[in-house]
């Protein structure tokens, strides 16, 4: 929710939204932000890992995209995508990684920032 939401993390801790999840699911043991952020980040990783395997398995070319575009906070991204025809010749498309960028002035900082999202 709070990253398809683009939420700050801060979000889990203040009081209103504590208040409300202990209405709709009383049981549930509210994380801190800290936490958050470290499970998504495993989450991400753990994605990450199975989608390296998945690609080196299914398939033997790949064609990399990238899209730019500003988040509702005004901030700029980048994303490099993969896309490739499978083992059950489906087109595939997986989203590799993305990142923050500044405005760029020319083709080394888009040259910097795709070699930023391959690393």
Not at 58 to 83: A, E
Not at 92 to 107: A, E, M, S, Y
Request: net charge neutral; aromatic share 12%; hydrophobic share 40%.
């Amino acid at each position: 929710m709070f990253v398809a939401m683009e939420l700050p993390f801060r979000c889990i801790e203040h009081e209103a939204f504590r208040e409300f999840l202990s209405i709709v699911a009383p049981s549930l043991n509210v994380i801190s932000r800290t936490t958050l952020a470290r499970d998504i980040y495993k989450l991400w990783d753990s994605e990450r890992e199975i989608l390296k395997e998945f690609i080196s398995q299914n398939c033997q070319r790949v064609c990399l995209t990238t899209d730019t575009w500003t988040s509702s906070q005004n901030l700029s991204y980048m994303c490099l995508t993969s896309h490739f025809i499978d083992n059950n010749w489906k087109l595939q498309k997986k989203v590799l990684n993305f990142c923050q960028v500044t405005r760029h002035t020319g083709n080394d900082d888009l040259f910097m920032y795709i070699c930023l999202l391959i690393y």
